[in-house]
């Protein structure tokens, strides 16, 4: 059955999937949602720029965890606000936040935190304990929140998937979560997401760019992203299976032919990064692997500035692809000495 038009007249929000999504969080995360508080969106990017647009002014700043996801740096640099950097630190088993670096690098104007959860690139998935330092700290500097928070069930046995709103009325009341099922079942191409609203106030503000101005959603991205989230959960369970072992066998693979390359085996997502830094490859990693490997990983300055060593492999592929991927890239590297 298609979804139906909402009788308020919101067009063209459909009323189904914002009650869809709210049974989803319910039962899988133990979030109570208001379906009147959810949205449709045609992708999550969208939602990033459209919060930034309408919920800070030109020249106001935007804290990012870096490295990110290149787009968060684009939404900003666009909308004409200033960008803060906060960087994460690389521990010894996972990437940490440094708090003390948040709170010294926030000025005057800081209206925004951008927050992906689960991380990209990293593929951390914050603790409780993370989370609550954060929504203390927007409580307390007045932030409002803008959670990315795709990878949500793409998260590997060990960690746990938090919805910051989640954690209380609060940080609740001033964040925005923005979702899709496009990453858990691969349908991006069919361009359709959520903003989860914490507040009236929150959702007043975002709509003050019309919905038709952003443009309108297709009916097989609403219908996929339905039957998706209520009927696939046998499917997603064992492809997360498959990517745990993809996940597993990378950095088996890294540890043992590339003992230089640093890398922390994610706790989600289906990304690996690495670093190759210590083996200074000419040209950067990315260039050298798609020339002399014929590999095409991400980009790692478009991560940061501070990651030209640095590369994005996606290892959510058969395993067939990924050793050949992995074998060309181990020849390359053998074929310089």
């Not at 521990?91 to 003390?100: N, S």
């Amino acid at each position: 059955m298609l979804p139906a038009i909402s009788a308020s007249g919101r067009s063209p929000t459909p009323s189904a999937l914002p009650t869809v999504f709210a049974e989803r969080m319910r039962e899988r995360y133990g979030w109570n949602v208001d379906p009147e508080r959810v949205d449709v969106l045609t992708d999550v990017v969208q939602g990033m720029y459209v919060s930034i647009e309408t919920l800070s002014e030109p020249g106001d700043s935007v804290v990012i965890p870096v490295p990110i996801y290149p787009q968060y740096f684009d939404a900003v640099r666009e909308t004409g606000r200033k960008r803060i950097d906060w960087n994460m630190v690389r521990g010894r088993d996972r990437y940490e936040l440094d708090f003390d670096a948040l709170l010294a690098s926030l000025d005057d104007r800081t209206r925004l935190l951008m927050l992906a959860n689960p991380h990209n690139p990293t593929g951390r998935a914050f603790t409780r304990a993370e989370l609550e330092r954060i929504a203390e700290i927007a409580i307390e500097r007045d932030l409002i929140v803008i959670s990315d928070e795709i990878f949500l069930d793409l998260v590997y046995p060990g960690s746990k998937h938090i919805p910051i709103a989640s954690l209380g009325p609060e940080i609740e009341a001033r964040t925005i979560t923005l979702t899709s099922a496009t990453k858990t079942f691969s349908i991006a191409g069919l361009r359709c997401a959520v903003a989860a609203f914490g507040s009236e106030s929150l959702q007043k503000s975002f709509n003050r760019i019309p919905r038709h101005v952003r443009g309108g959603v297709g009916i097989m991205g609403l219908e996929a992203t339905r039957i998706a989230w209520q009927e696939c959960g046998p499917w997603f369970e064992q492809a997360l299976a498959y990517l745990t072992a993809n996940r597993n066998h990378v950095a088996d693979f890294v540890g043992k032919r590339w003992p230089e390359v640093k890398h922390l085996p994610p706790e989600s997502t289906y990304l690996a990064w690495l670093d190759f830094s210590a083996l200074e490859l000419p040209s950067g990693p990315q260039r050298f692997f798609l020339r002399e490997a014929k590999v095409a990983l991400s980009y790692g300055p478009a991560f940061g500035p501070a990651y030209g060593g640095f590369a994005r492999l996606n290892f959510a592929t058969s395993r067939a692809i990924l050793d050949k991927v992995l074998e060309q890239m181990d020849r390359a590297l053998r074929s310089r000495d």
